[in-house]
């Protein structure tokens, strides 16, 4: 029996804010990092006074330093609780507990240093937390009390039987609310393993160097977490139209015979739907005890067959565990996109193909041929929503007619006028052109330039690539697009291309991402075409995330000269 589920990492609840507050600013900024990277919005404070007029109803959950000057956290506290204020605080700080916090109205208690696990999955934890009923969740709070006053010997408190009034509300508490206790503490171990396997994910992803190696790996992060017992990366596509196993861990493997199996139709929808399928009375070893999730594993418009992953006989699947494995089918297709995209650049030949591209339903031949201007693109890069963020210098057009045109085209998402004069640069969030839907299937934009409204693609693929689909894609989206060569073309080894590859191997996505975009928003001219905050709002990231991934990918740039050059 099969079951339907949409799951878009992209679709439902918006993403939940957290107030950072700590006056050790790198330590505040290091945890919106974290945070950001993990899909939470993040507000950071660096006084108690400052997390005062930064609160209002948006915040979702705050995490509060004890020791601050001027206003402590604990004050701090007592203020936002006397304003009314729910949400829950975690208490992150490097002063020892005593039985001062007990009557503290704090939700968990964390103890400085910490690192990214304990920031995340606290905020993850107290997220989950402020769903459930006021006695429940007093009943965590009264927990957390207890937890952080008991890494303390009880001789050194300095009022045990404050201690022993806490540990007796805690039994009252809990017998009188057992049961949902009991059911509220199973659905938080469910969230640590689901949270565990991301981040085994997300190391194996860091980790390898090949699809192969990402399907062995993901399938082994996978099953090392309760409650998956099988895991299965299945290959489906247009090319081969079947369903074969790539890899296998767990209580199966590659050479699983799945021919004919319900395994196969949910595959099939999962790929064709884009959405995870839900399989139970599964007739195949391995996933015939539980259920069976099958994930859509894709980048944007390109797929990688799907990720399908066998459960205990007891354990029941959760709207938010649906939710993480969509996003982990998104995760995983990047990965295997960048691994492709590498390989590609260290290929010794590439298939080039060249498109005529004159439809003006594409928005920058539009611009082009409305603005009378001869357009060209300087730069490009992914951004977090579904499209790319480009950056064009237009030659002979008006760019503020350019810049009002953009504004009322549903396929730019935002726009802004860069640099303007005899030749302006425009920044464009596009959600819909041909270089999108080019680089959707997995083809590399090398240059997209329109000359008298007339326009013209080259994208480079691997040799291996199905050609004929990246044509296809783009020709079925507009009318007035041709294919007008198509060749192999050979790399010759130089020095720069060693150079590129090397810094390609360093980089991580988002650094690249951040360092391209930079770029070609003018951020390293003088004067700058661009300011940090400019560049921030472009990837849709905070200045200090993208200070973070700047900083990191100049380093690699400058270890990439000198070993190349020394």
């Known amino acids: 029996m099969a079951t339907n589920l949409s799951r878009d990492a992209e679709v439902g609840a918006s993403r939940p804010t957290v107030l950072v507050v700590d006056d050790d600013e790198d330590l505040a900024d290091t945890c919106r990092y974290w945070l950001e990277d993990d899909d939470y919005r993040v ?76 920031v995340v999955d606290t905020a993850d934890e107290l997220l989950a937390r402020s769903d459930f009923s006021e006695a429940v969740r007093e009943y965590f709070a009264l927990e957390a009390t207890e937890a ?118 949910g595959v099939e929808s999962a790929v064709d739907d884009g959405e995870i399928q839900l399989l139970t009375d599964v007739d195949v070893a391995g996933f015939e005890d539980g259920v069976a999730l099958v994930t859509p594993l894709s980048y944007r418009e390109k797929s990688y067959g799907a990720l399908v992953v066998g459960t205990t006989a007891e354990h029941t699947v959760s709207d938010h565990e649906l939710d993480v494995f969509a996003q982990l089918g998104a995760r995983i297709g990047n990965g295997i996109t960048a691994v492709e995209q590498h390989r590609l650049l260290l290929a010794d030949t590439v298939a080039e193909l060249e498109f005529r591209h004159g439809d003006r339903d594409d928005p920058l031949v539009r611009i082009a041929a409305e603005t009378g201007g001869d357009l060209s693109l300087r730069g490009i890069a992914s951004n977090d929503e579904s499209g790319l963020t480009c950056f064009v210098d237009l030659v002979g057009g008006d760019g503020e007619a350019a810049l009002e045109l953009a504004a009322e085209l549903d396929a730019i998402g935002s726009a802004r006028l860069v640099a303007d004069g005899g030749e302006s640069l425009l920044e464009l969030s596009v959600t819909e052109a041909a270089i999108e839907t080019l680089s959707a299937v997995g083809a590399t934009v090398r240059s997209f330039d329109v000359t008298d409204g007339e326009g013209s693609v080259v994208v480079e693929a691997a040799p291996d690539a199905d050609l004929k689909a990246i044509a296809s894609a783009v020709q079925s989206t507009y009318d007035d697009i041709d294919l007008v060569s198509k060749r192999e073309v050979e790399r010759s080894v130089q020095s720069t291309e060693s150079f590129r590859q090397d810094l390609s191997d360093r980089l991580t996505d988002r650094q690249r991402a951040a360092l391209e975009t930079a770029y070609s928003a003018g951020y390293y001219e003088w004067p700058r075409d661009s300011t940090a905050e400019e560049v921030a709002d472009a990837m849709d990231i905070a200045a200090p995330t993208l200070h973070e991934h700047l900083r990191a990918a100049e380093r690699k740039l400058l270890e990439s000269f000198v070993d190349e050059t020394v």
């Open 43 to 118: 507000v950071t404070a660096y006084s108690g006074e400052d997390a005062l007029d930064a609160v209002d109803d948006q915040i979702d959950l705050v995490l509060l330093d004890r020791r601050m000057p001027r206003k402590s956290g604990d004050e701090t506290l007592d203020v936002l609780r006397a304003e009314g204020y729910e949400f829950p605080v975690a208490m992150m700080t490097a002063v020892a507990p005593d039985t001062d916090i007990v009557d503290m109205p704090f939700d968990e208690y964390l103890v400085k240093p910490v690192d990214r696990d304990d």
């Open 148 to 265: 952080a006053l008991s890494t303390r010997e009880r001789e050194a408190l300095r009022d045990e039987d404050q201690l022993v009034e806490l540990e007796s509300e805690l039994d009252e508490t809990y017998e009188a609310n057992e049961e949902a206790i009991a059911q509220r503490e199973q659905q938080l171990e469910r969230l640590t393993n689901v949270n565990r396997v991301i981040r085994r994910v997300d190391r194996a992803l860091v980790d390898s160097e090949t699809r192969e190696a990402i399907d062995a790996a993901v399938c082994g992060a996978v099953v090392g977490t309760e409650p998956y017992r099988a895991a299965l990366v299945a290959e489906y596509t247009d090319h081969s139209r079947g369903v074969r196993p790539r890899e296998g861990a767990g209580a199966v493997d590659e050479t699983l015979d799945i021919a004919g199996s319900q395994l196969v139709e």
